[in-house]
């Protein structure tokens, strides 16, 4: 048994790293197009940052693990082929703005369809539109090799920054698929150490769409909670008292009730968006506007923050320094896609302030590549104005407090475990007054920040 996986990204590094992890005796060889990212993977410094990956790499990598972008080898001697490519939202053409791009799945299936010999299972771990394997069939079955293949879709539920966990201990493994045979090879690998009661098998049309409906499920319970922040700045309730007592039911269950400048990662929005298409496209308008409310409700978050900010400063932040705390979409990551931070710091600098950007993981270009994209067009373009307030307006720093050093506020935008240590004294003394924290995580200690002489302001708290 060999397995390859076309995709080595956030879910096809640490998936295939674990699984050759804990099955030491089956090959898993890891391909990419991308040359920088699979050096990175062959190198000291992965291109993820992931809390544990690092170990589970380097016990597995030289003995059953492989990186390269080699694709045609890793198809050709594979028995179970992952597909982990990017599936992004389309930003031209028919669903633009809405519906998954499957340029990247398709081009992945024709290549399969083009090289392979024999028999191959072929495995869906991107998410996926409901019903993206019958197209996946009709590619590969259109092949002139004349090699066969089974689809199965399995898709993947970790997340960024307990990815490790997550694989090692799954809440459950999903299988969908119309062949017994190949379900059963698949179930034997995750079975090396998953308990078999978590291993579901369903149809292939279950196992894509639960993965959609898991993450808008996920992501409506983040806007919920959202939404009742908002009526607790209004009303003086507390957020984290409300989310406390209704988590307390056990038919709500406490996860997931943590308030927040807002969703971001590269997954909510991306898959709900695909969800509103998809019910669109069968004509069910009315849950296609259901769904769709999860991600307004998100965008209006994010500017209610960056609203509230300008506000609470005597209506302008032009010229003023704001030092932004966390740049990353959660903490123990350095991924970015679609950071609450990008919306918040491009809304900032469209008022005029200068920010001073402190992230423990994402690197300055990564941070300018960002908010340049958050200020272009659908066309890509951007003003020279626009530019220029990316360039001129905001300085990377190393940590936390050269950041808040004469600022007039800090905003905290990722919940890193850092900024629930620092020195608030010695940072209070450093900024100008009055010095107003904005904490879109809930992370600092308000109480004794107040008691410094900071004004505090959080979300779904008053005063
Ligand atoms: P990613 O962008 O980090 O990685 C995808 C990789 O695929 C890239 O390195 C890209 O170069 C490569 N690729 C694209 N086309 C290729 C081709 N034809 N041949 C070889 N390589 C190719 O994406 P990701 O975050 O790993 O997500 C992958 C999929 O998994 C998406 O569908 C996503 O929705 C899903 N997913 C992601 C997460 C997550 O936490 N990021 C969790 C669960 C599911
Ligand atoms: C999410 C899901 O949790 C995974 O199960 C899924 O596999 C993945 O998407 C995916 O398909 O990509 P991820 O986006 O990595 O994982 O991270 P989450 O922990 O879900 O957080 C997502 C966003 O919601 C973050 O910005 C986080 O800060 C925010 N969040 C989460 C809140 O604001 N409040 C909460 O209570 C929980």
């Known amino acids: 048994m060999k397995i390859c996986c076309i995709g080595a990204g956030y879910v096809g590094g640490p998936t295939m790293a674990m699984?050759?992890?804990?099955?030491?005796?089956?090959?898993?060889?890891?391909?990419?197009?991308?040359?920088?990212r699979i050096d990175a993977w062959n190198s000291d410094s992965l291109p993820i940052y992931e809390p544990g990956l690092d170990e589970v790499v380097r016990e597995a990598r030289g003995r059953n693990l492989k990186f390269s972008t080699d694709v045609d080898a890793a198809i050709t001697e594979a028995d179970?082929?992952?597909?982990?490519?990017?599936?992004?939202?389309?930003?031209?053409?028919?669903?633009?703005?809405?519906?998954?791009?499957?340029?990247?799945?398709?081009?992945?299936?024709?290549?399969?369809?083009e090289v392979a010999e024999g028999h191959k299972i072929v495995v869906e771990k991107s998410t996926l539109p409901v019903r993206t394997a019958e197209a996946i069939k009709r590619i590969l079955g259109a092949g002139a090799s004349g090699a066969t293949f089974d689809v199965l879709s399995n898709p993947e539920f970790l997340a960024e920054?307990?990815?490790?966990?997550?694989?090692?201990?799954?809440?459950?493994?999903?299988?969908?698929?119309?062949?017994?045979?190949?379900?059963?090879?698949?179930?034997?690998?995750?079975?090396?150490?998953?308990?078999?009661?978590?291993?579901?098998?369903t149809n292939l049309w279950s196992s894509e769409l639960s993965k959609l409906t898991a993450n808008a499920f996920l992501a409506q319970r983040v806007s919920s909670i959202n939404a009742i922040s908002a009526l607790c700045e209004a009303t003086e309730a507390d957020v984290d008292e409300v989310a406390?007592?209704?988590?307390?039911?056990?038919?709500?269950?406490?996860?997931?009730?943590?308030?927040?400048?807002?969703?971001?990662?590269?997954?909510?929005?991306?898959?709900?968006?695909?969800?509103?298409?998809l019910c669109e496209h069968f004509g069910l308008r009315e849950v296609a506007a259901y769904w769709e409310q999860v991600v307004i409700m998100n965008d209006y978050q994010k500017r209610r923050f960056a609203e509230g900010i300008c506000r609470t400063m005597f209506s302008t932040v032009s010229d003023k320094k704001i030092a932004v705390w966390g740049f990353a979409f959660k903490k123990d990551t350095n991924d970015t896609r679609e950071s609450a931070a990008i919306y918040v710091c491009r809304d900032l600098l469209r008022e005029r302030a200068r920010l001073a950007i402190y992230d423990p993981q994402v690197p300055e270009a990564k941070i300018r590549a960002d908010l340049i994209a958050s200020m272009s067009n659908l066309a890509g373009e951007i003003s020279d104005l626009d530019r220029s307030l990316v360039e001129k307006n905001v300085t990377i720093v190393g940590d936390g407090y050269e950041a808040a050093k004469d600022a007039h506020a800090i905003a905290v935008l990722t919940?890193?475990?850092e900024f629930k240590t620092l020195d608030y004294k010695k940072i209070y003394g450093t900024m100008k007054a009055p010095a107003f924290v904005f904490d879109g995580r809930n992370v600092v200690d308000r109480k004794r920040l107040t008691e410094i002489g900071f004004e505090v302001f959080g979300i779904g708290k008053s005063g």
């Not at 699984?19 to 920088?36: G, M, R, S, T």
């Not at 930003?91 to 519906?99: D, E, I, L, P, W």
């Open 80 to 113: 179970i082929i992952f597909m982990a490519v990017n599936t992004p939202t389309k930003t031209f053409g028919v669903g633009a703005g809405r519906a998954a791009n499957l340029e990247f799945v398709e081009k992945c299936a024709r290549r399969i369809a």
């Open 415 to 417: 919940e890193w475990d």
């Open 244 to 277: 406390r007592a209704i988590g307390m039911d056990s038919r709500i269950g406490p996860k997931f009730l943590k308030a927040s400048v807002g969703f971001g990662g590269s997954c909510f929005q991306k898959d709900i968006l695909n969800l509103v298409y």
């Open 19 to 36: 699984i050759a992890k804990q099955c030491p005796d089956i090959p898993v060889h890891v391909v990419d197009l991308n040359q920088e």
């Open 161 to 201: 920054g307990t990815a490790i966990d997550d694989l090692l201990d799954p809440d459950r493994v999903l299988i969908g698929g119309e062949s017994t045979e190949a379900i059963e090879a698949l179930v034997n690998v995750y079975a090396r150490w998953v308990p078999r009661e978590q291993i579901l098998t």
